[in-house]
């Protein structure tokens, strides 16, 4: 369940928030799997509430109302159709499946739902799975509202309901085999595993048993007896009763420190200093390496929701944010998942994705310079970070070498000799000779350029026999870092 089952020495997972699946599918053809990203993230593909107010907000995806694959991203035709296209040019699908709850307590009844179909909250019924009240927690928990009230109560975590969303009683047999045969028909068109959403508040014994009822991955696309790929989103920052270590044997696990260390290092908060980051990693009180699946924001910290607090960079820091990423993209710890946003009014975290008159979403509009248009953010499209997530493919597999720091916000380091990046996050200029432990040679610089043909497109860094080369990066550049890798070798 720990392995992401990539192709072709390819690293880096994608979110691709709120896509339509007939965008992701074109995006897998004629960008992801060119570019080398390894994966995509889907938002949740089953039927959803559909809410009115506010206006269709992003969340009420995390609203279940049914299983069937009929969503705001399209319907299971479109989403066969997308599974099947990005494998077979080698990108892998990741779904994010919601299976802790269904709708909010308060969602009502009739046939407000993606696809039409009836649902009653009120008398807990959702016919066409079908669950009904017996397949909810409402009388294990024992808050007044019904709903969590204190973190630190393990049993209220995990049997009341998350912000009134109604709980499943996922030790009973019949709601185990309800999931599975949902997760399953998904792992047989394809996909290649789940960000399981919510999982501290789940049972990992409960979780356990749903993922050995689980298939092995489609044969025509993964190797006989591959076992899908999870990664569990439990959002601990230490001092809470519920420890992701708990979830450590069932697969990978979010680990949320990283983003919100991240952040306050970028913003040099606290006296935060980047080049307290030799010991990046484990060293720093992460989870072990073999278990995190690590992101600078998600979609719920880029707004607010979740955990990171104000910290957190996202698109809207664009110049911190590209080293953010940078770093994690360079740097070897964890599973590597890059954000690929929309837009939207910052004062309404609730804004759904881009959309038309009647709330269906609005195509990914791809501009002439290879850029997003629409709304559309497309992080994962911008120079900076696209060639960070090859520079992560060459470096696979090589350690973490050649360190140096001046004390304060100027760092550098190497990936064997496959890489090297040098980071100036100080208010001053920095100028340098460095041992990249690299061959020598002439090399592109991959963050103001690229290789194109014979030439480079950005700057060009000389790397003597010796591996020893000159850096100068000033603070005021519009991106003060410079990266070099073996396949940018002019
Ligand atoms: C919405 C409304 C609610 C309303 C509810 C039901 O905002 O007011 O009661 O609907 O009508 C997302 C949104 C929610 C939204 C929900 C359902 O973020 O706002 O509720 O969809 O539409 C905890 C969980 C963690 C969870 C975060 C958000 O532990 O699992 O809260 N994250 C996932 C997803 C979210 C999603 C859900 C779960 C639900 O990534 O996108 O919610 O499916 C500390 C704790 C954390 C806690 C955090 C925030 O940091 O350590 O455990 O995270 O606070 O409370
Ligand atoms: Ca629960």
Redesign the pocket.
């Known amino acids: 369940y720990h392995n992401p089952h990539n192709k072709h020495g390819r690293q880096a997972i994608v979110h691709l928030f709120e896509w339509k699946w007939s965008d992701i599918a074109a995006e897998c053809e004629r960008f992801l799997a060119p570019k080398g990203y390894a994966g995509v993230q889907i938002s949740p593909p089953q039927e959803s509430i559909l809410l009115t107010s506010p206006w269709r907000?992003w969340?009420?995806?995390?609203?279940p109302i049914s299983y069937n694959l009929c969503s705001r991203s399209g319907n299971e035709n479109e989403l066969r159709d997308m599974i099947t296209r990005c494998n077979n040019v080698g990108v892998n699908i990741y779904v994010d499946a919601?299976i802790?709850?269904m709708?909010?307590?308060?969602?009502g009844e009739g046939t407000h739902s993606t696809c039409g179909t009836y649902f009653s909250a009120d008398r807990k019924d959702f016919p066409s799975i079908p669950y009904s009240s017996f397949d909810f927690n409402e009388g294990k928990c024992r808050t007044g509202s019904g709903d969590i009230e204190n973190?630190n109560d393990i049993y209220q975590v995990r049997d009341c309901n998350?912000?009134?969303?109604l709980d499943l009683a996922l030790e009973k047999d019949y709601v185990r085999g309800k999931v599975a045969d949902f997760m399953n028909k998904l792992i047989d068109m394809g996909v290649a595993g789940f960000r399981v959403?919510?999982?501290?508040?789940m049972w990992p014994g409960d979780l356990n048993a749903i993922y050995g009822r689980l298939h092995n991955l489609n044969t025509r696309w993964f190797n006989e007896g591959s076992r899908p790929f999870m990664f569990q989103?439990?959002?601990?920052?230490g001092g809470?009763a519920i420890k992701s270590s708990e979830y450590f044997h069932l697969g990978r696990v979010t680990e949320f420190k990283y983003g919100a260390k991240i952040g306050g290092i970028f913003r040099k908060w606290n006296g935060e200093k980047l080049s307290y980051t030799k010991n990046w990693g484990e060293g720093w009180g992460f989870m072990p390496d073999g278990n995190a699946l690590v992101f600078i924001d998600?979609?719920?910290n880029q707004r607010g929701?979740?955990?990171g607090g104000n910290a957190i960079v996202t698109f809207w820091d664009a110049r911190i944010y590209k080293m953010a990423v940078a770093y994690m993209l360079a740097h070897p710890y964890g599973v590597a998942r890059v954000m690929s946003s929309f837009r939207w009014n910052r004062t309404d975290d609730?804004q759904g994705p881009p959309s038309h008159e009647d709330g269906s979403t609005k195509d990914v509009l791809i501009n002439a310079d290879s850029t997003c248009g629409d709304g559309w953010v497309c992080e994962h499209r911008w120079r900076q970070i696209t060639n960070m997530a090859t520079f992560r493919n060459v470096v696979n597999g090589q350690p973490h070498s050649n360190w140096w720091d001046n004390g304060n916000n100027q760092v550098a380091f190497g990936r064997g000799n496959r890489g090297f990046i040098v980071f100036n996050n100080d208010d001053w200029q920095l100028d340098v000779t460095l041992n990249t432990g690299m061959p020598g040679g002439v090399y592109c610089d991959v963050i103001s350029g690229q290789k194109d043909g014979g030439r480079c497109t950005g700057k060009t860094i000389n790397v003597e026999a010796d591996g020893g080369a000159h850096f100068k990066i000033s603070n005021t550049d519009e991106d003060p870092m410079v990266a070099i890798h073996a396949d940018s070798k002019l």
């Open positions: 907000p969340w009420e995806r995390y609203q919601i802790n709850h709708c909010g307590a308060g969602g973190y998350l912000v009134s969303l959403d919510a999982c501290k508040h989103e439990v959002i601990d920052m809470e998600n979609h719920d929701h979740g955990g609730w």
